[in-house]
């Protein structure tokens, strides 16, 4: 089949209008830098041509999708007619067509897909059969973590496990080690926290030691026995995987460590006389956040018997802060130390259900244009400013009286 040449208007390339339009996209490729690089293009009056004004309209569109069609996934397809069929203005901008095939969607895509008037009409994502392993594998974390059809369509059509989930596993593996070599060095894995050299190591957070800087995140690798350390990993990997796989080791990571750190902030504002150890101020995050995820999108989330397993991932939840709790009040094994704090708990929880909550709904946007995301990131940063003054001044101020160091 003969195809038209490019043509020259304007001092612009034109696209050929008989070929594939992801072939068209890649084809366009450094021209579409410049686009993004630009919020207006500037066109003369005299030189304005709506043929080349960079959008094109729903009609043309369906014509060029049932043209073409064929060469795109039909998940992919069905999400172009839906935004076609869904755009109310009457025209596509070849810009968003590009970045919607490099999975890139703008909040404009999602209002135009949520209110079309076309529903996406092709069997279910788990109605689909001849899958292999992995795919299974993939289309069971999509209706684990995403609430929307549409999503869960697209995200099965984009994954592929490169690069894999690593930040947990990574994470997970280190503080496996970590507990080995003390509970070899200790001579005991039940209760390691009663060794008098427990806290002797540089990772946990001591309030005499405060001022070392990395201990309000290296007290992560410590746990205070195999029974801490056991259901902090369950919930880590069982939740953690699953949400690093669909948001990616940037996000998670992110309300990860922000965990991290406001668990050991709390605890040095709160609980001041009291060390820390254990992760579970970034496993409560991705915990709390997953669920209210789940909680505020229920009618959408499709995961099987999703009520008894939030209702085991609260029991589980509980059971370790239970504990953590009976710890603390516990008499300790070497006083005037206290056992390690619990408040470590609550800070992951409220950072799970502030800045986690806004990364895990915007699973395909970027972050830095969600304008929720800004004001609790400067609700976090400021919360940690204080804390940091708080830990130079307020101990002295205040004539704490904190235990020996270690």
Same mark, same amino acid.
């Given at each position: 089949?003969?195809?038209?040449?490019?043509?020259?208007?304007?001092?612009?390339?034109?696209?050929?209008?008989?070929?594939?339009?992801?072939?068209?996209?890649?084809?366009?490729?450094?021209?579409?830098?410049?686009?993004?690089?630009?919020?207006?293009?500037?066109?003369?009056?005299?030189?304005?041509?709506?043929?080349?004004?960079?959008?094109?309209?729903?009609?043309?569109?369906?014509?060029?999708?049932?043209?073409?069609?064929?060469?795109?996934?039909?998940?992919?397809?069905?999400?172009?007619?839906?935004?076609?069929?869904?755009?109310?203005?009457?025209?596509?901008?070849? &810009?968003?067509?590009?970045?919607?095939?490099?999975?890139?969607?703008?909040?404009?895509?999602?209002?135009?897909?949520?209110?079309?008037?076309?529903?996406?009409?092709?069997?279910?994502?788990?109605?689909?059969?001849?899958?292999?392993?992995?795919?299974?594998?993939?289309?069971?974390?999509?209706?684990?973590?995403?609430?929307?059809?549409?999503?869960?369509?697209?995200?099965?059509?984009?994954?592929?496990?490169?690069?894999?989930?690593?930040?947990?596993?990574?994470?997970?593996?280190?503080?496996?080690?970590?507990?080995?070599?003390?509970?070899?060095?200790?001579?005991?894995?039940?209760?390691?926290?009663?060794?008098?050299?427990?806290?002797?190591?540089?990772?946990?957070?001591?309030?005499?030691?405060?001022?070392?800087?990395?201990?309000?995140?290296?007290?992560?690798?410590?746990?205070?026995?195999?029974?801490?350390?056991?259901? $902090?990993?369950?919930?880590?990997?069982?939740?953690?995987?699953?949400?690093?796989?669909?948001?990616?080791?940037?996000?998670?990571?992110?309300?990860?460590?922000?965990?991290?750190?406001?668990?050991?902030?709390?605890?040095?504002?709160?609980?001041?006389?009291?060390?820390?150890?254990?992760?579970?101020?970034?496993?409560?995050?991705?915990?709390?956040?997953?669920?209210?995820?789940?909680?505020?999108?229920?009618?959408?989330?499709?995961? &099987?018997?999703?009520?008894?397993?939030?209702?085991?991932?609260?029991?589980?939840?509980?059971?370790?802060?239970?504990?953590?709790?009976?710890?603390?009040?516990?008499?300790?094994?070497?006083?005037?130390?206290?056992?390690?704090?619990?408040?470590?708990?609550?800070?992951?929880?409220?950072?799970?259900?502030?800045?986690?909550?806004?990364?895990?709904?915007?699973?395909?946007?970027?972050?830095?244009?969600?304008?929720?995301?800004?004001?609790?990131?400067?609700?976090?940063?400021?919360?940690?400013?204080?804390?940091?003054?708080? $830990?130079?001044?307020?101990?002295?101020?205040?004539?704490?009286?904190?235990?020996?160091?270690?």
């Amino acid at each position: 089949m003969e195809k038209s040449s490019p043509k020259m208007t304007g001092g612009t390339r034109e696209a050929p209008v008989n070929i594939s339009p992801a072939v068209a996209a890649n084809a366009e490729g450094e021209e579409i830098e410049v686009l993004e690089s630009t919020d207006v293009l500037p066109v003369a009056p005299e030189d304005y041509d709506p043929e080349n004004s960079g959008f094109i309209s729903t009609e043309r569109f369906r014509d060029l999708l049932e043209t073409h069609g064929s060469e795109l996934d039909p998940h992919k397809l069905e999400v172009l007619l839906a935004l076609a069929d869904g755009n109310a203005d009457g025209k596509i901008c070849y &810009q968003d067509f590009v970045n919607l095939m490099s999975n890139k969607r703008s909040n404009s895509f999602r209002r135009a897909i949520l209110q079309g008037s076309r529903q996406l009409k092709g069997c279910s994502l788990r109605d689909e059969v001849g899958l292999g392993l992995s795919q299974r594998l993939v289309r069971h974390v999509a209706y684990e973590t995403l609430p929307r059809e549409v999503d869960r369509k697209w995200y099965f059509d984009s994954y592929t496990y490169c690069p894999p989930p690593w930040f947990i596993l990574a994470i997970t593996i280190a503080e496996v080690a970590v507990f080995m070599y003390y509970g070899l060095q200790l001579d005991r894995l039940v209760l390691q926290v009663s060794s008098p050299s427990f806290l002797k190591s540089p990772l946990p957070y001591h309030p005499q030691l405060r001022a070392q800087a990395w201990r309000y995140l290296s007290y992560i690798f410590m746990h205070t026995g195999i029974e801490h350390l056991s259901l $902090n990993m369950a919930m880590q990997l069982l939740v953690g995987v699953p949400l690093e796989m669909v948001h990616g080791a940037l996000r998670i990571g992110l309300v990860y460590v922000c965990g991290v750190l406001a668990g050991s902030l709390a605890v040095s504002v709160t609980d001041m006389t009291a060390p820390v150890v254990g992760s579970s101020g970034g496993v409560y995050a991705l915990v709390s956040a997953h669920l209210a995820n789940v909680v505020m999108n229920w009618s959408g989330m499709k995961c &099987q018997f999703k009520l008894f397993r939030m209702a085991m991932a609260l029991v589980c939840m509980s059971v370790e802060f239970g504990r953590a709790v009976w710890l603390r009040f516990y008499p300790p094994a070497f006083p005037p130390c206290p056992n390690p704090s619990f408040v470590a708990h609550l800070g992951g929880v409220v950072v799970g259900l502030t800045l986690g909550v806004v990364v895990l709904q915007n699973y395909e946007q970027r972050l830095q244009e969600q304008s929720l995301f800004w004001i609790f990131f400067c609700v976090y940063t400021l919360f940690v400013l204080c804390a940091v003054f708080w $830990n130079i001044f307020a101990y002295s101020l205040l004539d704490v009286r904190l235990p020996p160091p270690p």
